[in-house]
């Protein structure tokens, strides 16, 4: 079947069939190349759909890795039983999907990236991560145990792991697809992990006391069997700078990860932002966060290319935290703080009034911040432990 892209208005049949075979005859390495790079600027999405013009092209640019075409810059907003919305941080592109096949499941949460993590829903619950876009799904053998619910999560693919922190015990557990059991790493509160991002080939965290700790994964081959056992271990990569009473915060921002800290006792504190050097593993002081906008919150962080989204201000900081309203309802506390020139502003989010008293937010700055602050429950802890 011949691409069927559209060509010069008013062209006879026999110059459309001519086009048409010219396009899906392309060399296999240009259409590898204009592939590579939709993927690079607009994500899985664009290339997805670039993938279905023509078998020639879906050929070309197909891959045999089970974790290839991997999500990383979509988040994961709303669920509303099978129906989720994403947006393109990159991009400001959002989308809505329907997915059937979530019915199937016990939803867990979702990765940074827009990866969906699954249970089987009979014991023994085996943990599945779907790729939203691509319908391919890893399967584990593990099961997680009764978490509560899911803070933060995610996916390498070389090798094949899923990394959770758990928003119960603030403790970090890996798998990965053969693994019998989710290996647990438990830590005393003083250096309790609170946010996680995967960055280059490592999975790096940051805990109370502003310290970044990294993920090594090794492989070595069982003997008697093809199979690799893949052994990690957990280092302090860049020590803690004596934030003993900061919030931390870890994020990765346009190509860069970045460390933001604010002191907890003082809530219009002025935040300090670094980018974190891997490679020489240290902390280099950051006066401008350009175009972006980064949303914190006290379960996830965000961020954004303000550019491509409107009334969202570049360069700007949004903290998200909890507050008590005067009748005890729920709230929060968006304080926008703008980096270059060090001022800020607060906005009282009331989300029991928020558009009517829908529960639904209003504005974008809303929608981001109520991503920062949402957890995702355990649907198998809600249904086998009712409150």
């Given at each position: 079947?011949?691409?069927?892209?559209?060509?010069?208005?008013?062209?006879?049949?026999?110059?459309?069939?001519?086009?048409?075979?010219?396009?899906?005859?392309?060399?296999?390495?240009?259409?590898?190349?204009?592939?590579?790079?939709?993927?690079?600027?607009?994500?899985?999405?664009?290339?997805?759909?670039?993938?279905?013009?023509?078998?020639?092209?879906?050929s070309a640019t197909n891959e045999a890795k089970p974790g290839c075409f991997q999500p990383s810059k979509w988040a994961l907003l709303d669920r509303h039983d099978n129906v989720l919305?994403?947006?393109?941080?990159?991009?400001?592109?959002?989308?809505?999907?329907?997915?059937?096949?979530?019915?199937?499941?016990?939803?867990?949460?979702?990765?940074?990236?827009?990866?969906?993590?699954?249970?089987?829903?009979?014991?023994?619950?085996?943990?599945?991560?779907?790729?939203?876009?691509?319908?391919?799904?890893?399967?584990?053998?593990?099961?997680?145990?009764?978490?509560?619910?899911?803070?933060?999560?995610?996916?390498?693919?070389?090798?094949?792991?899923?990394?959770?922190?758990?928003?119960?015990?603030?403790?970090?557990?890996?798998?990965?697809?053969?693994?019998?059991?989710?290996?647990?790493?438990?830590?005393?509160?003083?250096?309790?992990?609170?946010?996680?991002?995967?960055?280059?080939?490592?999975?790096?965290?940051?805990?109370?006391?502003?310290?970044?700790?990294?993920?090594?994964?090794?492989?070595?081959?069982?003997?008697?069997?093809?199979?690799?056992?893949?052994?990690?271990?957990?280092?302090?990569?860049?020590?803690?700078?004596?934030?003993?009473?900061?919030?931390?915060?870890?994020?990765?921002?346009?190509?860069?990860?970045?460390?933001?800290?604010?002191?907890?006792?003082?809530?219009?504190?002025?935040?300090?932002?670094?980018?974190?050097?891997?490679?020489?593993?240290?902390?280099?002081?950051?006066?401008?966060?350009?175009?972006?906008?980064?949303?914190?919150?006290?379960?996830?962080?965000?961020?954004?290319?303000?550019?491509?989204?409107?009334?969202?201000?570049?360069?700007?900081?949004?903290?998200?935290?909890?507050?008590?309203?005067?009748?005890?309802?729920?709230?929060?506390?968006?304080?926008?703080?703008?980096?270059?020139?060090?001022?800020?502003?607060?906005?009282?989010?009331?989300?029991?009034?928020?558009?009517?008293?829908?529960?639904?937010?209003?504005?974008?700055?809303?929608?981001?911040?109520?991503?920062?602050?949402?957890?995702?429950?355990?649907?198998?802890?809600?249904?086998?432990?009712?409150?």
């Amino acid at each position: 079947m011949p691409c069927t892209l559209s060509t010069q208005r008013g062209a006879r049949p026999a110059e459309e069939t001519a086009a048409n075979k010219g396009w899906s005859s392309l060399p296999d390495d240009l259409v590898i190349k204009v592939g590579d790079c939709l993927l690079a600027d607009n994500d899985i999405y664009s290339h997805m759909n670039f993938r279905a013009v023509c078998p020639s092209w879906r050929s070309a640019t197909n891959e045999a890795k089970p974790g290839c075409f991997q999500p990383s810059k979509w988040a994961l907003l709303d669920r509303h039983d099978n129906v989720l919305t994403f947006v393109n941080v990159e991009t400001g592109q959002f989308l809505v999907k329907n997915i059937p096949l979530l019915r199937k499941y016990f939803f867990v949460g979702a990765t940074g990236g827009g990866m969906i993590i699954l249970e089987e829903p009979t014991p023994p619950n085996q943990v599945r991560v779907l790729n939203p876009f691509t319908g391919l799904i890893l399967r584990f053998k593990a099961s997680l145990p009764t978490i509560g619910w899911v803070s933060e999560a995610a996916v390498t693919t070389s090798p094949i792991m899923l990394f959770v922190v758990s928003g119960k015990a603030g403790n970090v557990m890996w798998a990965d697809e053969d693994s019998e059991h989710f290996q647990e790493f438990g830590v005393a509160y003083r250096n309790t992990p609170l946010f996680m991002a995967p960055f280059g080939r490592k999975v790096y965290l940051s805990d109370q006391e502003g310290s970044i700790l990294s993920f090594t994964v090794t492989s070595a081959t069982e003997e008697h069997s093809h199979r690799s056992a893949h052994t990690i271990s957990m280092a302090t990569t860049i020590p803690s700078a004596g934030h003993f009473a900061w919030d931390c915060y870890l994020m990765r921002s346009g190509g860069e990860l970045l460390l933001v800290t604010r002191p907890w006792y003082e809530i219009h504190g002025k935040p300090v932002v670094r980018r974190v050097d891997t490679e020489r593993n240290g902390l280099e002081m950051v006066t401008s966060i350009g175009n972006r906008a980064l949303f914190l919150g006290d379960a996830k962080c965000l961020s954004i290319d303000a550019n491509k989204l409107q009334g969202i201000e570049g360069g700007c900081i949004y903290f998200v935290d909890p507050v008590v309203t005067a009748d005890n309802g729920r709230a929060s506390l968006m304080t926008n703080f703008r980096v270059a020139d060090q001022v800020q502003d607060d906005i009282i989010l009331d989300l029991a009034t928020m558009a009517g008293g829908s529960h639904q937010p209003f504005t974008l700055a809303q929608v981001f911040a109520n991503y920062c602050r949402s957890i995702y429950s355990s649907e198998r802890e809600a249904l086998t432990n009712p409150r």
